[in-house]
């Protein structure tokens, strides 16, 4: 058992912040601060209900540095699950604190601030790992090994991908950070970005990018990947949820074809920020450079223009434009 090593997150009352709480709890770690504006967080006392809690951003950070000059209780990691434009931000505060960064994705808006934070990993010696769990999931690792081994064979070989990923959202959604593209990024980067991490990291970069629907609930598009086409639709709108989903009573529908296989991984998702959480303890980890390529693709699908029904469009576009 490795020695227990002292955490902080940034963005306790958010609805991943708890998987980061139970991660390191079951890595044997202890968390010994946390900061939210938001202080109704009940939700710490089933984890760790003796860490200091902060809603103001300046007691935390005096806390964080008296810690920081105690070498028995220096904080080595810091989480972060706070809304996305305050990533970057955010995993600059850990760094300059003498702590390693975990950050949710998307790790940041843009590739340039990756770049930038890179100069700050050098100044300061410390990492940033980005949480990218699909990398982790067993049919993700099973399917990569499959296509790792035809290209080998066949290097040439462009496999033909769909992916249909439509969770559905309240009002509330678009009252909230999340439904506002400078803060969060938009659909794309909020709800995408870890698909094309996943596909990017299987099939090779982006070559192509076009994007087809570009809406407040809906984006979708088309990549040319280096092995690889994909037609891509995300929502959060329940009405494009095919009616079989519907009658099920689901409000969420995840699909990903290749070469009209379906690609089940529905399952084996609650355990994976653990998982992500040993990967960086035992010394993996996903650094700045995995970030780059989905952080680019959703960056340039934000700036460019939605072409509408033309090309290799997803059939859900239609649903949409008619």
């Known amino acids: 058992m490795m020695n227990s090593k002292n955490f902080a997150l940034i963005g306790a009352s958010g609805y991943i912040a708890p998987r980061h709480m139970k991660a390191i709890k079951e890595t044997g770690n202890e968390l010994v601060a946390a ?11 089933s984890h760790f ?9 300046e007691r935390f950070d005096r806390f ?18 706070t ?21 949710e994705k998307p790790l940041v808006l843009n590739p340039h601030n990756i770049d930038q934070l ?9 990492k940033v790992y980005n949480i990218l769990q699909l990398r982790l999931h067993d049919s993700i690792i099973a399917l990569k090994e499959k296509v790792t081994k035809e290209l080998e064979e066949n290097p040439d070989k462009m496999y033909d991908i769909d992916l249909t990923y439509l969770t559905s959202r309240g009002k509330w959604y678009f009252e909230s950070w999340k439904g506002k593209e400078e803060k969060s990024g938009g659909i794309a ?3 995408g970005v870890h698909f094309y991490d996943m596909l990017c990291w299987i099939f090779g970069d982006v070559e192509e990018n076009i994007v087809h629907v570009k809406t407040a609930d809906t984006n979708a598009g ?5 092995n690889a086409t994909v037609r891509w639709f995300l929502s959060v709108n329940y009405d494009y949820i095919p009616d079989e989903i519907k009658a099920t009573g689901m409000r ?3 699909s990903i074809t290749v070469d009209g296989d379906e690609i089940e991984f529905s399952g084996g998702f609650t355990d994976l920020h653990t998982k992500s959480y040993e990967h960086i303890l035992n010394g993996g980890g996903f650094g700045l450079d995995e970030a780059y390529g989905s952080i680019r693709t959703v960056s340039t699908i934000r700036h460019l223009p939605a072409i509408g029904l033309h090309g290799e469009y997803h059939p859900f576009c239609k649903k949409v434009l008619n």
């Open 35 to 45: 900061l939210d504006p938001y202080d109704g967080i009940g939700i710490m006392d």
């Open 49 to 57: 209900p003796q860490a200091s809690f902060f809603t103001e951003f």
């Open 64 to 81: 964080v540095d008296k810690w920081h000059r105690d070498g028995n209780k220096k904080i080595e990691y810091i989480g972060i699950t």
């Open 83 to 103: 809304p996305n434009y305050l990533h970057d931000s955010h995993i600059r505060f850990a760094l300059k604190s003498g702590a390693h960064a975990i950050c």
């Open 118 to 126: 890179k100069v700050i990993e050098q100044e300061t010696g410390k």
């Open 189 to 191: 980067s909020n709800i």
């Open 222 to 226: 088309y990549f040319k990947l280096k």
């Open 252 to 254: 969420t529908y995840r």
